[in-house]
């Protein structure tokens, strides 16, 4: 049976989970309970990585996605409604069989208009056992990686406009090792490997990784924040 809104809450109750994500919840059929147990609990991160691939109506129908374009913002404005202030990530395919350059403009406003706190994009790549296999691969390599890179673009100065609002704020971290001059550390936003990073200044404090600090958030950078810990 389909039972996240369950088990997470079922977790969510277990004394010494500081952060429970959710990742990879498929666009269709989401669970909109799981939406009333995220508010109930303080360590579910406000956090959704949900893949949405596309925009374009007919190209998610030929991916077999079940849910058209008007469905999926349909849900975005629902999972913002229900969770303000919840960060979104989600990755995209570019050059999938048979994308217009109007499809991909479709794309391209549709990152414009939801501002998605983080976000990957990725080349479609012809693989056999795959339900567009049977499609030709009709999109040229350099216009695939042209497109990847204009989204991309886009997605930067996204970033950077809604981590300038985050300077000044005081964040809760998670180290998860040093580097040279920095502590490197993710915030309740972040996943990790993927996701954007917290660099902490070394300042003299005794900063273990796998250990949670208030950092104020000094810098803000396209992908990244610079903060220091708070004494």
């Known amino acids: 049976r389909k039972n996240l809104p369950r088990l997470l809450e079922s977790l969510a109750r277990i004394e010494g989970l500081e952060w429970i994500r959710l990742h990879y919840t498929y666009p269709e059929g989401f669970p909109l309970e799981v939406l009333d ?3 109930k609990y303080p360590n579910i991160c406000h956090y959704i990585d949900i893949p949405l691939q596309h925009i374009s ?10 849910i058209n374009g008007e469905g999926t913002r349909k849900l ?6 229900k969770i303000p202030g919840v960060s979104i990530r989600t990755s995209l395919i570019v050059g999938y069989p ?19 706190d983080r976000l990957g994009v990725f080349t479609y ?3 056999e056992g795959t339900e567009a296999f049977r499609l030709a691969d009709d999109v040229p390599t350099s216009v695939k990686r042209k497109r990847a890179d204009e989204i991309m673009h886009i997605q930067e100065q996204i970033s950077y406009e809604l981590n300038l609002t985050k300077v000044g704020s005081v964040m809760k971290v998670l180290v998860d090792r040093e580097e040279g001059e920095f502590f490197i550390g993710r915030s309740a936003q972040d996943s990790p490997e993927v996701d954007n990073e ?18 104020t ?3 803000a950078m396209s992908f990244d924040l610079v903060g220091e810990i708070l004494s």
């Open 217 to 219: 958030i000094t810098e």
């Open 198 to 215: 917290v660099l902490i200044r070394k300042s003299g404090q005794k900063v273990k990784p796998g250990n949670f600090y208030k950092v």
């Open 98 to 116: 048979g994308e217009t350059a109007k499809e991909f403009r479709e794309l391209k406003d549709f990152v414009i208009q939801e501002r998605f």
């Open 76 to 81: 975005l404005k629902v999972i913002r409604e």
């Open 37 to 39: 147990i995220m508010k």
């Open 57 to 66: 109506s007919r190209i998610l129908k030929s991916m077999r996605r079940g």
């Open 125 to 127: 790549s012809h693989e």
